[in-house]
């Protein structure tokens, strides 16, 4: 079985501040990592590798830069590792990111293809779903749980809702996203950090893969970015400085004030 | 032409969601403004009976697509009964709830129709040409961004649950019903259903909750943050560290990779207020906040807010109770 997995490289954003004078954000010296619901879909391959011998292949799109995330996948134990990296490809939205992917999947022809649920950076969610689609497999998202059935030859997934769960069976191919709770991403092995220096990081640029110009990059994307906005607080504030007595008191009291208690 | 504002409406075990009817009282607003029909899309197995509450909520025409195939949410199917009454009516707007199945459907459905999808929008408006502004946050919430999407149809957006307001039902309203049926193409089926089970949450449904009891970082044991929950007939809630951390189960977490929520009061005990926390939760009607930290960002959004110790605050406010 070989797995792919995408992978993508976002910003920390659990350390972006924002500069309280100009409003605007302070990302110099924000680290880059793992999207880690990425980073769980690599485990779970990883996983499956130990389990019944896959062979697992990385995926990015981004630009150079993004190399160090698949450095780190090869050295979490994936078997070889492929930027997407072209100018041709700046500007995507999700669509026409999800149809440059698909098409540098179909030159890997993987069995089956991972994917983190979102990436913290958009939260959108919408690219594996979108892959899937292009490529013309079925897709499970929000999986909470894989394992292989050597028997019946096929995934078995559990897929997670709001308030149910499906265990859902899919044989042939098929792309899965996977919920970061899905499995705790093993460490780097010490192994792997050696030899990953010695594997090498293939590159898929524009020329390499089959897609219409008008599919691609910003000006193939059908959605555009009419304006941005900081954020703006206008609620009005009180705030006192209060024993925990009195604070429980004037808490209390505020929300009997509103009938809310 | 592409024309009207469209609903798709999310139904779990025939049971209408109530993300359908917050979409159906935005599309009413919207479909005002182009002077255009708000159209309901409902998809399921014996579900013809809930059309009519579509109609109270807003839709002037509900296409019901009632097969066996829809009785369970599974992707393919799903996507072929929508893909087939999309292509028929050609529809200017889609809007879909950002749930675990909208958020799944959504996607799939943008690619095979060629056009955009703005995901989680927290507002939406529209010009008297159709043309639709989709804002949503952006890095993490530290920016909103307003995305249009002007040369494809239809424009596609997913919206959060409880960010927009439901209509009162007006019985006396006059829909039209429409069934349609799908040309299926039963090959495509390529997942099974082994399963399926309903879970019990351990803690009660936040997005439903009056009122909410939110810990924090700065809340040392949740327990007696609980009970006050209980005194208050509210549900607690909380920032994602503690779900991180393992003490608070997921369902109870608000903020940007959490649920949105705009209850009556929203007690933020020991939370900082991360800007993607504060996405989360920041429509609440009335919200209170307790953080030893006078800077903490969360008194910036509070309408009452009080530098002290959360856990003891806890403790003091179940004395009283």
């Known amino acids: 079985m ?126 594996g779903p979108q892959i899937a689609e292009h490529l013309g497999i079925p897709q499970i998202t929000y999986a909470a749980q894989i394992d292989y059935d050597q028997d019946r030859q096929a995934l078995i997934v559990k897929r997670q809702f709001e308030d149910r769960y499906q265990m859902l069976e899919v044989s042939g191919k098929c792309l899965i996203t996977v919920l970061s709770s899905l499995a705790k991403p093993r460490y780097m092995n010490v192994w792997d950090v050696v030899n990953q220096d010695l594997k090498e990081i293939n590159v898929i640029t524009r020329a390499d893969i089959e897609v219409s110009s008008e599919h691609i990059g910003l000006g193939g994307s059908p959605t555009k970015v009419d304006s941005t906005a900081a954020k703006q607080f206008d609620k009005k504030i009180e705030t006192f400085e209060l024993d925990p007595t009195a604070a429980a008191q004037a808490i209390v009291d505020a929300l009997k004030q509103r009938h809310l208690i | 032409m592409a024309k009207n504002i469209w609903v798709f409406c999310e139904q779990r075990d025939g049971e209408i969601q109530s993300v359908a009817l917050e979409l159906l009282g935005v599309a009413r607003a919207l479909a005002q403004t182009t002077n255009e029909k708000v159209c309901a899309m409902l998809l399921g197995h014996n579900v013809l009976d809930k059309a009519n509450e579509l109609v109270a909520y807003g839709a002037d025409v509900v296409y019901v697509v009632d097969d066996e195939r829809l009785a369970q949410f599974v992707t393919e199917p799903y996507a072929q009964a929508a893909f087939s009454v999309i292509k028929k009516y050609e ?157 608070t189960s997921q369902h109870t977490q608000v903020g940007q990779t959490g649920k949105t929520v705009r209850p009556e009061a929203y007690i933020a005990f020991g939370i900082s207020g991360a800007i993607q926390h504060i996405a989360g939760m920041e429509e609440s009607e009335f919200i209170v906040a307790v953080n030893t930290d006078k800077n903490a960002p969360i008194f910036k959004i509070a309408n009452l807010g009080i530098v002290s110790d959360a856990s003891q605050v806890i403790k003091e406010m179940n004395k009283i109770l």
Not at chain 2, 140 to 163: D, E, F, K
């Open chain 2, 91 to 247: 529809p200017n707007v889609l809007l879909i709830g950002a749930t675990s199945i909208g958020r799944d459907l959504a996607p799939r459905l943008s690619a095979r129709l060629h056009t955009g999808l703005t995901a989680d929008c927290t507002k939406l408006d529209i010009d008297q040409s159709g043309k639709l502004f989709m804002t949503r946050p952006a890095f993490g919430g530290n920016l909103y961004a307003t995305i249009t999407c002007p040369n494809h149809r239809p424009q596609m957006s997913t919206v959060r649950p409880g960010v927009m307001k439901k209509l009162s039902p007006d019985t006396c309203k006059n829909g039209e019903i429409v069934v349609e049926y799908v040309q299926w193409d039963d090959d495509k089926f390529k997942v099974k259903v082994l399963k399926e089970i309903k879970e019990s949450k351990c803690d009660t449904d936040i997005e439903k909750a009056k009122l909410l009891v939110a810990v924090g970082r700065g809340v040392k044991d949740v327990e007696p943050a609980r009970e006050l929950a209980c005194a208050l007939k509210g549900a607690l809630a909380s920032s994602r560290a503690l779900v991180d951390a393992g003490v």
């Open chain 1, 2 to 127: 070989k797995i792919a997995v995408c992978i993508k490289q976002v910003p920390n954003t659990t350390e972006i501040k924002i500069d309280p004078v100009t409003n605007t954000l302070k990302r110099d010296g924000v680290p880059s990592i793992i999207n880690p619901d990425d980073k769980a879909a690599l485990e779970a391959a990883l996983n499956l590798k130990d389990k019944c011998g896959a062979q697992v292949v990385a995926l990015t799109m981004g630009p150079q830069q993004a190399e160090k995330a698949l450095r780190e996948a090869l050295a979490m134990g994936a078997d070889e590792a492929y930027i997407m990296s072209d100018k041709a490809f700046a500007g995507s939205d999700t669509l026409a990111t999800s149809t440059i992917i698909a098409a540098g999947l179909a030159k890997l022809n993987p069995d089956v293809i991972f994917c983190g649920r979102q990436a913290i950076d958009g939260d959108t969610a919408q690219v």
